[in-house]
Nanobody
Framework: QVQLVESGGGLVQAGGSLRLSCTASVRTFSSYTMAWFRQAPGKEREFVAAISWSGSRTYYADSVKGRFTISRDNAKNLVTLQMNSLKPQDTADYYC????????????????WGQGTQVTVSS
């Protein structure tokens, strides 16, 4: 069983930055593909970014490419999402996800999910 806990959400003005963190309670964290998804009010949950178990491969949604950076520290069981140049349309609940499978953007492929952290970007 993998437990994921997100932190770092909050309220920020447009153009600002936030850094989300996700800590995993599992011994074999380095075996897991990690990802971030988000769900805006009234919308379906969507893919944001993913990182392979080694950190050597990353994928980003087109909407965040160039603004967001996903990274991981396997020694600390930690994955982070650095969000820069935030826009009001980035407002959403952000979820951390994990799976033993290969890197993918498909949310159905991720077996483990955190409870989410709220990000609000004001204009």
């Amino acid at each position: 069983q993998v437990q994921l806990v997100e932190s770092g959400g909050g309220l920020v003005q447009a153009g600002g930055s936030l850094r989300l963190s996700c800590t995993a309670s599992v011994r074999t964290f380095s075996s897991y593909t990690m990802a971030w998804f988000r769900q805006a009010p009234g919308k379906e949950r969507e893919f944001v970014a993913a990182i392979s178990w080694s950190g050597s491969r990353t994928y980003y949604a087109d909407s965040v490419k160039g603004r967001f950076t996903i990274s991981r520290d396997n020694a600390k069981n930690l994955v982070t999402l650095q969000m820069n140049s935030l826009k009001p349309q980035d407002t959403a609940d952000y979820y951390c996800a994990a799976d033993l499978g290969g890197i993918t953007t498909r949310q159905l492929s991720y077996a483990y999910w955190g409870q989410g952290t709220q990000v609000t970007v004001s204009s």
